[in-house]
């Protein structure tokens, strides 16, 4: 069979469309997350930069590459800098309540943070329920704390 010039220029444009089909669907199905394990998530995007956090009676901020806290807290730069780390990529567990309302807590904490290239500071509320200790994250899931991750996001 003999096809035209213009009849290969339409072979080929279709080869490659075809190829970009099949990467961008491998690549997909690489980077699917397996549906059955439990869905991790982030307090604050992984991809941003924390520049200043600000908890109910004390900030922590960025100084060149390091860390202080205003007032000193007791921390060296080093346990600041894996706290601030801690707050960008600990995976935590979504809370799934029941009725999908937050039962009702005497006791919550706010903490502001920083971001650079955001220009509003994102808000985070921590609430003291009885099965523990539960975070609303940037995208405003509750996530629950274990006794594990406490000490990695807060100071003693």
């Not at 941003?48 to 205003?70: A, K, N, V």
């Not at 904490?109 to 200790?133: K, N």
């Amino acid at each position: 069979m003999k096809l035209s010039k213009k009849a290969w220029n339409n072979v080929l444009i279709f080869a490659v469309l075809g190829m970009i089909f099949i990467f961008n669907y491998s690549h997909k199905r690489l980077t699917h997350e397996n549906l059955s394990t439990p869905k991790q998530a982030t307090l604050l995007p992984s991809e941003g930069m924390i520049l200043t956090m600000q908890g109910p009676d004390y900030t922590i901020e960025r100084i060149g590459r390091s860390w202080r806290s205003r007032p000193d807290i007791g921390l060296p730069p080093e346990q600041l800098d894996k706290m601030m780390h801690a707050w960008l990529s600990e995976p935590l567990k979504p809370l799934e309540l029941p009725d999908g309302q937050l039962p009702v807590s005497q006791y919550s904490q706010v903490y502001q943070f920083w971001l650079a290239g955001v220009a509003e500071p994102v808000s985070l509320t921590l609430y003291q329920l009885d099965s523990g200790l539960v975070i609303s994250n940037w995208q405003s899931q509750l996530l629950q704390l274990d006794e594990l991750n406490i000490p990695k996001l807060l100071p003693k």
